[in-house]
């Protein structure tokens, strides 16, 4: 498409690409001067040559075109949501008042306000990117809320109900088939699209036999002590699983802030006074039981490690509802072996309290997964699971209100320092940073001011 424009008593050719501007001096008249316009044509040699208007002076022709500023219009309306629009409409009239009946000088002021514009177009950018990442972590800190109240409903069926936890596993799996719905809706196969399927096998059976060796671990070990180290575990293989698989890193300040946070949930996991200063000889069938479930809550945690980045590997491409569905029937499958090779036994809930309870536990389960997974398409797996140890702090508040009792003081260290850190990442990635907008506008304006022409 090309059109002609008069800009300060000088007359050029413009050229518009989709996504470039052109422009060189006319050698001959493309139209008809129209009557009482004088129009000149600087050759080069001439006086005035050099004083043409600059490749600047185009930002008050694109805004002034009509077919550009409906495109541009139609391309911007939902930042209207953040306010661009208002400011938009100021910088027009000053660009249009200089082509006007300005010269150089009103070139370059709306070179400036077309600058502006953009600088005001990247801030709105910016924040719809942070919007979508309010609404992740808002997600996240719910997963872990939910996360934390599945720790204790889970306790207490196991101590109150006397029901197992790969039961509860095991009834959590075959009420999530009802997830099915999803896709099917959509008009989406259910087992993936082609192409996927494998790796979404595998993510699944990864994720459910890391909740299979995560609810066994229960039966050997204290919960809290075994979903720490579930916890700890997941965070730091994630990290390195994702790097080496997926070339992911995490940036140094993300790096530093996990690694505070793992601290803090090793500084859960020391032994308390009765346990370190017990003269008493260990028995060797209750050391084995320890090991055991020390190393289940181990390899729980790489399991769950790989499913994260099995799934961030997939990204968009596989739905929630589908992710849930494959850990539901895969579950339904490992669930029952799990309770044969463990031999725990079966016990129904006998009274409408224990089915209640069932039923919170299934519904925290999915709020927990949901906020989860839709996280790992926008953030890396280490800051995931990181973001999911404050269900330690949550349920140790939420068992105290239960169980009144005081925690010791390596319980009450790590626990702080486990909502600190995680505290830390939220502000870092949804706080703007100051220095930001303002080095987006020095980098167009030095684009403005440059001498190509």
Not at 147 to 170: M, N, Q, Y
Not at 304 to 332: D, P
Request: net charge neutral; proline share 6%; aromatic share 8%.
């Amino acid at each position: 498409m090309e059109s002609t424009h008069l800009l300060g008593s000088s007359k050029k050719r413009v050229k518009i690409h989709p996504h470039t501007v052109t422009a060189k001096y006319a050698t001959h008249a493309p139209y008809s001067p129209q009557p009482g316009v004088h129009t000149h044509f600087p050759q080069p040699g001439d006086d005035g040559y050099d004083d043409a208007p600059s490749f600047e002076d185009f930002g008050s022709f694109l805004v002034e075109t009509s077919d550009r500023k409906q495109l541009t219009e139609t391309r911007r309306w939902p930042l209207t949501l953040f306010g661009s629009r208002d400011k938009d409409k100021d910088t027009a009239p000053k660009a249009q008042a200089a082509v006007g009946g300005e010269g150089g000088e009103g070139a370059a002021k709306t070179a400036k306000g077309s600058g502006k514009g953009v600088g005001e177009q990247l801030a709105s950018f910016g924040e719809a990117s942070v919007s979508a990442s309010r609404l992740t972590w808002v997600g996240l800190l719910g997963a872990a809320l939910a996360h934390g109240c599945l720790i204790v409903l889970t306790r207490l069926a196991s101590e109150r109900f006397s029901l197992g936890p790969l039961f509860l596993l095991l009834v959590r799996s075959v009420v999530q088939l009802l997830s099915v719905a999803v896709p099917l809706h959509r008009g989406e196969n259910p087992f993936g699209p082609e192409g996927h399927r494998l790796r979404l096998l595998c993510y699944g059976i990864a994720y459910s036999l890391s909740l299979c060796c995560a609810y066994s671990s229960l039966t050997f070990i204290s919960p809290g002590n075994a979903t720490t180290t579930w916890r700890l575990a997941t965070t730091a293989l994630s990290a390195t699983l994702a790097f080496l698989l997926l070339e992911e890193r995490l940036g140094l300040a993300d790096g530093i802030t996990i690694g505070a946070g793992l601290c803090g949930l090793g500084l859960l996991l020391l032994p308390t006074v009765d346990e370190s200063n017990s003269d008493r000889p260990t028995d060797p069938v209750v050391f084995w039981r320890g090991a055991f479930g020390w190393s289940l809550s181990a390899l729980a945690g790489l399991w769950m490690a790989l499913a994260l980045v099995g799934y961030r590997s997939l990204k968009e491409r596989v739905g929630v509802g589908t992710a849930l569905f494959t850990v539901s029937w895969t579950g339904c499958l490992l669930a029952p072996a799990s309770l044969a090779l463990l031999q725990e036994g079966w016990s129904w809930p006998t009274s409408t309290t224990a089915w209640g309870l069932v039923l919170g536990l299934v519904a925290c389960s999915g709020a927990a997964f949901l906020g989860m997974t839709h996280a790992l398409t926008r953030l890396h797996p280490a800051l995931v699971s990181a973001s999911q140890s404050l269900e330690i702090p949550i349920a140790m508040l939420l068992h105290l209100a239960v169980l009144p009792l005081v925690p010791t003081a390596p319980d009450v260290v790590g626990s702080v320092m486990v909502i600190l850190s995680v505290g830390w990442l939220v502000a870092m990635k949804l706080l703007p940073s100051r220095g930001g907008g303002r080095r987006q506008r020095e980098e167009y304006e030095e684009i403005l001011d440059s001498p190509i022409k």
